[in-house]
């Protein structure tokens, strides 16, 4: 078995098609078939349908190892390379939305600083959509809404921050005695987060106490998607404090709820394999950009320090 045949059928599982998985790989279609049938006669199964243009459960599993085959030597290189105090290599992280906003312009004048061969790709989504990216492999790193289930991944906090009621400039909420009492809450008819998702459930174990009922107007997955609609005038949100970016923070306002929990925000991996030196630069730069920048959105709480 040899690695560009690994390389041509998990390029083909990322980019759909054999002419795609060509172009990424800088070669022509007929090689990247030929690779693919290579590892068939090989293995004794059928990888990819050519009918569907799908990959048959044989393949799925072959990507899955694949991945993790290729990943490994790629961080071999990267290690090796930090044995002379350089370090280098490609890392994929994946964010959630409201962080990413502010977090990506910190974390990439950082990195260029301490390590300038060091490439960042950065995928953003919502962390019902990262935290499977993560667990197959096809990023590295994620900085995640926790807890994360199940055993494939395992994370630490990086930091928390507050929940605010963000409504416009001139909402009657905003005139009344801050924090407003959590009863507030079932008054009003909100943008919430899908129910099952992380942080739905933080705020439904919030209101479950005190016998309050949440009311949607919409239930969205995704938290940058739900402000969004808010900033749009579609109705008002319990969001991160960091939501509200600076320029819109003169329309937009957080009204502070007395009972409201904070959002836990931490950096997730792999449990298994050993993470490679560039993706420890990352994750220590993440720590330091949190801990020691100047100009963090107000209501962040960074994770203490380790001793």
């Not at 390029?11 to 990424?24: K, L, M, W, Y």
């Not at 449990?271 to 950009?289: C, K």
Request: aromatic share 4%; net charge neutral; charged share 20%.
């Amino acid at each position: 078995m040899e690695l560009r045949h690994l390389q041509a059928l998990v390029a083909v599982s990322d980019f759909g098609t054999f002419s795609a998985a060509a172009e990424r790989l800088g070669t022509v279609q007929s090689n990247v078939s030929a690779h693919v049938a290579r590892l068939e006669r090989e293995l004794h199964v059928t990888l990819y349908d050519r009918a569907t243009g799908r990959l048959t459960e044989e393949g799925l599993i072959v990507v899955a190892r694949g991945r993790r085959a290729l990943t490994e030597l790629d961080a071999m290189a990267a290690d090796v390379a930090a044995c002379r105090d350089e370090v280098t290599g490609t890392v994929r992280v994946g964010m959630i939305g409201t962080t990413a906003r502010w977090l990506v312009p910190h974390l990439l004048a950082r990195s260029g600083v301490d390590h300038p061969h060091l490439r960042l790709v950065i995928a953003e989504g919502t962390t019902t959509a990262l935290e499977p990216q993560l667990a197959g492999g096809q990023l590295d790193l994620a900085v995640l809404n926790l807890p994360v289930p199940g055993k494939d991944l395992t994370a630490r906090p990086l930091f928390d921050e507050e929940l605010v009621l963000v409504v416009p400039e001139d909402h009657p909420l905003l005139r009344a005695p801050q924090p407003v009492p959590l009863a507030t809450l079932a008054e009003l008819t909100l943008l919430l987060p899908v129910s099952g998702t992380a942080f739905r459930d933080e705020l439904d174990a919030a209101m479950r106490p005190a016998g309050i009922e949440l009311h949607p107007s919409a239930e969205i997955d995704g938290l940058r998607l739900i402000a969004s609609l808010t900033f749009e005038g579609y109705g008002p949100a319990i969001l991160p404090a960091t939501a509200i970016p600076g320029f819109l923070r003169n329309r937009f306002r957080p009204v502070h709820v007395e009972g409201l929990p904070r959002r836990r925000v931490g950096v997730a991996q792999r449990s298994r394999g050993i993470p490679s030196a560039p993706m420890r630069a990352l994750v220590t730069l993440l720590y330091d950009v949190v801990r020691t920048q100047r100009d963090l959105p107000p209501g962040l709480h960074a994770e203490p320090r380790r001793e």
